[in-house]
Nanobody, 126 residues
Framework: QVQVVESGGGLVQPGGSLRLSCAGS????????IGWFRQAPGKEREGVAC????????YYADSVLGRFTISRDNAKNTVHLQMDSLKPEDPAVYYC???????????????????WGQGTLVTVSS
C-alpha cells in the first residue's frame, strides 16, 4: 500500500528555517512525482513545490521561489522541503502527496496527486 507521512512541522520565528520530511512506504519514491502543498485557515490548498516523475526537475510556486527547496533522499525513500526566510504568510498545514506518472509542472496541481499524507502544521510567530 502506497503511503506518505509528513513530519518536521512546528513553531518558528519570522525569518527562521524549518525542514519538513515526507517518508514514503510501499513504493519507490524515486520513480514517483512528489509534491508539497499547504492549506491555511480559510484558504484553498495550494501547490508549493514538487518534483516530476521523469526527472529531478523542480517546480515552485512564485510565493516560495528562492526560499523553499525540495529534494529527494533516495536512500531513505524520503523527500524534504527546506523552508528558509519564513514569512508570516507561510503558516499552514503542509501536505505531501504523490502520483506515479506526472510530468512537468502538473505535479503542482493537486487534482493530479493520488496519495496524500495527513499533514504537518507550520506556525510562524514571534
Amino acid at each position: 500500500q502506497v503511503q506518505v507521512v509528513e513530519s518536521g512541522g512546528g513553531l518558528v520565528q519570522p525569518g527562521g528555517s524549518l525542514r519538513l520530511s515526507c517518508a514514503g512506504s510501499g513504493f519507490t519514491l524515486e520513480t514517483y512525482a512528489i509534491g508539497w502543498f499547504r492549506q491555511a485557515p480559510g484558504k484553498e490548498r495550494e501547490g508549493v513545490a514538487c518534483m516530476s516523475s521523469s526527472d529531478d526537475t523542480r517546480y515552485y510556486a512564485d510565493s516560495v521561489l528562492g526560499r523553499f527547496t525540495i529534494s529527494r533522499d533516495n536512500a531513505k525513500n524520503t523527500v524534504h522541503l527546506q523552508m528558509d526566510s519564513l514569512k508570516p504568510e507561510d503558516p499552514a498545514v503542509y501536505y505531501c502527496a504523490t502520483a506515479r506518472y506526472l510530468f512537468g509542472s502538473t505535479c503542482l496541481r493537486e487534482e493530479y496527486l493520488e496519495v496524500w499524507g495527513q499533514g504537518t502544521l507550520v506556525t510562524v510567530s514571534s
